[in-house]
């Protein structure tokens, strides 16, 4: 099972972007949800989880930048991401963490330009 991301893209600093994922509709309500990302020659790094119960947490990098929500009734997590930098370019990825289960997405660039 292979989450659906999009929304991602080239924008210049100060711009924003949203990303969408669509995650496995059977298990999404006891699911928390979260973006990950990935920078050239870097590790993966977390950058915000949204819980079932919508509490959110974010990385003090993004926090006051970045929003995740979530629509219960599409299954699906948006990210949105505004003030964006060219720190912020890499890979975007989405987990959904539920009981003994772990999904991923496939993954989405966000290219920012200085």
């Known amino acids: 099972v292979q989450l659906q991301a999009s929304g991602g893209g080239l924008v210049q600093a100060g711009g924003s972007l949203r990303l969408s994922c669509v995650a496995l509709?059977?298990?999404?309500?006891?699911?928390?949800v979260g973006w990950y990302r990935q920078a050239p020659g870097k590790q993966r790094e977390w950058v915000t989880t949204?819980?079932?119960?919508?509490?959110?947490s974010y990385d003090a990098s993004v926090k006051g930048r970045f929003t995740i929500s979530r629509d219960n009734s599409k299954n699906t997590v948006s990210l949105q991401m505004n003030s964006l930098k060219p720190e912020d370019t890499g890979v975007y990825y989405c987990?959904?963490?539920?009981?003994?289960?772990?999904?991923w997405g496939q993954g989405s660039q966000v290219t920012v330009s200085s």
């Open positions: 509709g059977s298990i999404f309500s006891i699911s928390s």
């Open positions: 949204i819980g079932s119960d919508s509490s959110t």
């Open positions: 987990k959904q963490m539920a009981p003994f289960r772990v999904y």
